[in-house]
């Protein structure tokens, strides 16, 4: 197992595909070689440079995001083998935060031989690790399995590494000690799910572990500000001698003041407060959800329709459900629309209202509307705004040195830039670190 960590900018696609090249040079032409990633961007972006050396992508290197591989590759062929069970297809609709909502969706979705993504690592390590309560005929199938996927798999490289969880670490080093060769690529200062998973590999396999240094996004004197965060191996240095790091205090200039004044790539925020309105549009797949949680109600009431009739209802009266809730911003208004036409009891009511996400703040004036950190890891732009808050504040003027996801966010938030850093300093920050503290940590830097 070799495990790359690579920060921000440091080129990881280009390193990644120039990996794969060697690999495909190396391993006997009939043997695969899969590439995943976490994100569909991450996956085209290496698609792209394999295209530039290949033109057209060799049948053997498969690119694809890591829980399409792990159902195609893994759970597809083999899970009916071990546990008779076969899925027909993947759901990726947007989960209830309500822990009971959420199972019981996902229940429903199993119950209909279809598998939510969320719970794909989990299904793929039962078949490659183990499963509580595994009969004897299992274990020796699952060998079986291991041994037959090792026949024809030369290699597996996967990129974002830091985004894996629990499942996919015990998926991961199962895949080594079956003999796989494995490429790992990732930066663990940029796990924003406070998995740690990453970290657990560096510990466990430290001899394998490589540190690449270079950025080429941002320039030296961002690293500057970002390296304080980091540990020694992991610090960061560009050629990029110039680039601009400015510093507004809410007290001074308003923030829709600064916006006008500055066209600014990406504006972000830790997380959505007061005015700073984080709703991200792309991510928001709440008709996909609603029609998910329609179809077994429509196929209860309608038992001898067409199954495409039903999907095809399911899809229309959640367009029309939506509309309704967001000219009026009433949930039950929505709800009412379905109960003209279709019978609905109290059981499936909760948990068809509990799709709808509350959008009452995108109807609201004077809202500064910002992308949160999350959101825009992945994302660089000439000009950065970053709204600092006091959760972030604490890290970044060492209140707080603990590495954790949200010292994790304030590194990601520094290092987006490719020229100009502006950070605005919210109110609540200087109140909390006067303003005179404030202006003697950035001295050197602006």
Same mark, same amino acid.
């Given at each position: 197992?070799? #495990?790359?960590?690579?920060?921000?900018?440091?080129?990881?696609?280009?390193?990644?595909?120039?990996?794969?090249?060697?690999?495909?040079?190396?391993?006997?032409?009939?043997?695969?070689?899969?590439?995943?990633?976490?994100?569909?961007?991450?996956?085209?972006? #290496?698609?792209?440079?394999?295209? @530039?050396?290949?033109?057209?992508?060799?049948?053997?290197?498969?690119?694809?995001? %890591?829980?399409?591989?792990?159902?195609? =590759?893994? #759970?597809?062929? &083999?899970?009916?083998?071990?546990?008779?069970?076969?899925?027909?297809?993947?759901?990726?609709?947007?989960?209830?935060?309500?822990?009971?909502? !959420?199972?019981?969706?996902?229940?429903?979705?199993?119950?209909?031989?279809?598998?939510?993504?969320?719970?794909?690592?989990?299904?793929?390590?039962?078949?490659?690790?183990?499963?509580?309560?595994?009969?004897?005929?299992?274990?020796?199938? !699952?060998?079986?399995?291991?041994?037959?996927?090792?026949?024809?798999?030369?290699?597996?490289?996967?990129?974002?590494?830091?985004?894996?969880?629990?499942?996919? $670490?015990?998926?991961?080093?199962?895949?080594?000690?079956?003999?796989?060769?494995?490429?790992?690529?990732?930066?663990?200062?940029?796990?924003?799910?406070?998995?740690?998973?990453? !970290?657990?590999?560096? =510990?466990?396999?430290? $001899?394998?572990?490589?540190?690449?240094?270079?950025?080429?996004?941002?320039?030296?004197?961002?690293?500057?500000?970002?390296?304080?965060?980091?540990? =020694?191996?992991?610090?960061?240095?560009?050629?990029?001698?110039? *680039? $601009?790091?400015?510093?507004?205090?809410?007290?001074?200039?308003?923030?829709?003041?600064?916006?006008?004044?500055?066209?600014?790539?990406?504006?972000?925020?830790?997380?959505?407060?007061?005015?700073? @309105?984080?709703?991200?549009?792309?991510?928001?797949?709440? !008709?996909?959800?609603?029609?998910? =949680?329609?179809?077994?109600?429509?196929?209860?009431?309608?038992?001898? /329709?067409?199954?495409?009739? +039903?999907?095809?209802?399911?899809?229309?009266?959640?367009?029309?459900?939506?509309?309704? &809730?967001?000219?009026?911003?009433?949930?039950?208004?929505?709800?009412?629309?379905?109960?003209?036409?279709?019978?609905?009891?109290?059981?499936?009511?909760?948990?068809?209202?509990?799709?709808? @996400?509350?959008?009452?703040?995108?109807?609201?004036? *004077?809202? #500064? &509307?910002?992308?949160?950190?999350?959101?825009?890891?992945?994302?660089? *732009?000439?000009?950065?705004?970053?709204?600092?808050?006091?959760?972030?504040?604490?890290?970044?003027?060492?209140?707080?040195?603990?590495?954790?996801?949200?010292?994790?966010?304030?590194?990601?938030?520094?290092?987006?830039?490719?020229?100009?850093?502006?950070?605005?300093?919210?109110?609540? +920050?200087?109140? /909390?670190?006067?303003?005179?503290?404030?202006?003697?940590?950035?001295?050197? &830097? %602006?």
């Amino acid at each position: 197992m070799e #495990i790359n960590i690579a920060g921000a900018g440091a080129g990881k696609t280009t390193k990644m595909s120039d990996k794969i090249i060697f690999l495909r040079n190396q391993i006997d032409e009939e043997n695969k070689i899969y590439c995943v990633a976490f994100t569909n961007s991450a996956v085209d972006c #290496i698609r792209k440079k394999l295209c @530039e050396h290949y033109v057209q992508i060799p049948e053997s290197i498969i690119v694809s995001t %890591i829980h399409s591989f792990l159902y195609k =590759e893994i #759970i597809k062929p &083999y899970y009916h083998l071990l546990y008779e069970k076969r899925y027909e297809k993947i759901s990726v609709a947007k989960l209830p935060q309500d822990a009971k909502y !959420r199972n019981a969706k996902i229940k429903r979705l199993d119950d209909m031989n279809v598998l939510h993504q969320t719970v794909i690592p989990e299904h793929a390590k039962w078949i490659l690790c183990k499963k509580s309560k595994d009969t004897k005929s299992i274990k020796e199938g !699952r060998m079986i399995i291991k041994n037959a996927f090792s026949k024809y798999c030369g290699a597996i490289c996967v990129d974002e590494v830091q985004d894996i969880d629990k499942h996919m $670490q015990e998926i991961i080093e199962e895949l080594s000690r079956m003999g796989i060769p494995l490429t790992l690529m990732g930066d663990p200062k940029q796990d924003l799910k406070g998995f740690n998973c990453l !970290r657990n590999l560096m =510990e466990t396999y430290e $001899q394998n572990v490589r540190y690449i240094s270079e950025c080429y996004r941002c320039p030296q004197l961002h690293l500057q500000l970002s390296n304080h965060l980091v540990d =020694e191996n992991e610090k960061q240095k560009s050629e990029k001698e110039y *680039g $601009q790091l400015s510093v507004y205090f809410e007290s001074e200039i308003d923030c829709h003041t600064l916006i006008e004044n500055n066209k600014y790539d990406l504006m972000y925020i830790s997380k959505k407060q007061g005015i700073y @309105e984080t709703h991200d549009y792309q991510k928001n797949n709440m !008709r996909d959800n609603l029609a998910e =949680e329609l179809e077994p109600l429509l196929l209860e009431n309608h038992p001898n /329709k067409d199954i495409m009739a +039903v999907k095809k209802a399911a899809y229309y009266y959640a367009r029309k459900m939506l509309e309704k &809730y967001r000219n009026t911003g009433k949930k039950s208004d929505a709800m009412a629309l379905l109960g003209k036409y279709e019978k609905i009891d109290s059981r499936r009511y909760g948990i068809i209202i509990n799709v709808f @996400e509350d959008e009452s703040a995108l109807k609201q004036t *004077g809202k #500064i &509307y910002v992308k949160s950190i999350d959101y825009i890891k992945g994302m660089e *732009g000439e000009k950065c705004l970053f709204i600092l808050t006091n959760d972030l504040a604490e890290y970044l003027f060492n209140d707080d040195t603990e590495t954790n996801k949200t010292k994790n966010k304030l590194y990601v938030a520094l290092t987006r830039s490719l020229n100009e850093l502006s950070i605005y300093i919210l109110n609540e +920050v200087e109140n /909390k670190y006067t303003k005179s503290k404030i202006m003697e940590f950035f001295e050197g &830097y %602006i």
